[in-house]
């Protein structure tokens, strides 16, 4: 923890000289190396008075066995990809602008980021499934900020295409990268569509009509990520069965939770996964 101090001293001391030299100050963000699945949504920044370092990390663990590290702050917009890659190939990409919460995924088609990924994997010569996220800044240039060793619910944009499917089964056979249809819609959850107009606030009639009128053309032009005509049960289980489970679970346990989230089917909970 003294390490943690030293470095908000240091920053604290460089945002000092630049406030005198009329620099722009650097902030960054501290955040959990290991998973956490409530300290990731907080985006506390350094630097920050002592006091509130103080306040932070009383409540966290950081050791040898938990590490966590600072980042610079970037300012853009948050995308996500996904890839598979077999020794160095990029079998399959997709891509969408993110946000922490996010559940509705639109392929971004971003250039540049799929030139940065495609080139990552061949010079390592990459085996696997990887997710990398970066901050694309104002003049388009993207920035890596972390890799995740799992497949990204953006794969939901190939809900139409065969080709990740293929990918998967032979990817000796894959002789380019498979990449969402150009007229793939957004998905999304109806359990989230649906509380969002809800918790919206406003309750003037214009305001609720105009909400029930957005859910409608979502519901009518874009795509359920688990609703699919010939199969409904995974859509109704996850909606009546899993998600109800999880809740009233939590309830009898008292056990601290921060959302449902029905994208993963799980609930952001203290000591969860």
């Known amino acids: 923890m003294a390490e943690v101090v030293e470095i908000n001293e240091r920053l604290r001391r460089e945002a000092a000289s630049a406030a005198v ?73 997709s891509d969408n602008e993110a946000s922490i919460s996010c559940f509705n ?16 994997v061949a010079a390592r010569r990459l085996s696997g499934i990887l997710c990398i996220d970066f901050f694309v800044e104002a003049d388009g240039t993207p920035y890596p900020i972390e890799c995740n060793p799992r497949a990204s619910s953006n794969i939901t944009a ?42 919206k606030p406003g309750r003037t009639p214009a305001a609720l009509v105009s909400r029930a009128a957005k859910l409608l053309r979502t519901v009518m032009f874009k795509k359920d990520a688990y609703f699919d005509a010939s199969d409904p049960l995974p859509f109704l289980a996850l909606l009546f069965i899993h998600l109800p489970t999880l809740l009233l679970r939590n309830v009898r346990k008292g056990n601290r939770w921060a959302k449902i989230d029905p994208c993963i089917g799980k609930m952001t909970e203290e000591n969860g996964d």
């Not at 501290?30 to 006091?51: G, H, Q, V, W």
């Not at 917009?77 to 077999?86: D, I, W």
């Not at 990918?167 to 959850?189: F, H, I, K, Q, R």
Request: glycine share 4%; aromatic share 14%.
């Open 158 to 199: 190939f809900y139409n295409s065969t080709a990740l499917g293929k990918a998967l089964v032979d990817p000796d056979a894959c002789t380019g990268t498979a990449l969402p249809l150009p007229d793939a819609v957004e998905t999304y959850w109806l359990f989230s569509e649906v509380w969002a107009a809800v918790t």
């Open 105 to 120: 995924y639109l392929p971004a088609r971003n250039e540049k980021m799929f030139e940065w990924v495609r080139d990552f």
């Open 21 to 93: 030299d009329g620099t722009r100050t650097t902030r960054y963000i501290f955040k959990s190396i290991n998973y956490d699945s409530m300290r990731r949504l907080d985006l506390f920044t350094l630097p920050c008075e002592p006091a509130k370092l103080e306040e932070y990390t009383s409540a966290i663990d950081v050791s040898a066995t938990n590490p966590w590290t600072v980042q610079t702050f970037l300012e853009g917009v948050e995308h996500s990809t996904c890839a598979f890659a077999k020794d160095g190939r990029l079998l399959a990409f």
